[in-house]
Nanobody, 115 residues
Framework: QVQLVESGGGLVQPGGSLRLSCAASGFTFSTYSMHWYRQAPGKERDLVASITSAGSTGYADSVKDRFTISRDDAKYLVYLQMNTLKPEDTAVYYC?????????WGQGTQVTVSS
């Protein structure tokens, strides 16, 4: 079955960096687009970044030029490098894939940006 497991969240000061990882299994990873979403308390879950099977990327305006999504197809991993973090980046970050007409989510990893 499809499984997505995020890691790498934590507490970081404003201006700092974190790298999130998502380990995927149960599907042919290299043929699917992968996505990172985030959800802050009391807010909707929003798309942050996407990467296609060909490596094309897209970002929400709020994170453009600060976040970078990448993938390692050999290791079934997708990453989100987050730089120049701001307090408003505080949220639970989720990895997601749409596989065989079903949207799958990881369990999420908490990112807190605070001094």
């Amino acid at each position: 079955q499809v499984q997505l497991v995020e890691s790498g969240g934590g507490l970081v000061q404003p201006g700092g960096s974190l790298r999130l990882s998502c380990a995927a299994s149960g599907f042919t990873f290299s043929t699917y687009s992968m996505h990172w979403y985030r959800q802050a308390p009391g807010k909707e879950r929003d798309l942050v970044a996407s990467i296609t099977s060909a490596g094309s990327t897209g970002y929400a305006d709020s994170v453009k030029d600060r976040f970078t999504i990448s993938r390692d197809d050999a290791k079934y991993l997708v990453y989100l490098q987050m730089n120049t973090l701001k307090p408003e980046d505080t949220a639970v970050y989720y990895c997601s894939a749409f596989v065989r007409r079903t949207r799958y989510w990881g369990q999420g990893t908490q990112v807190t940006v605070s001094s």
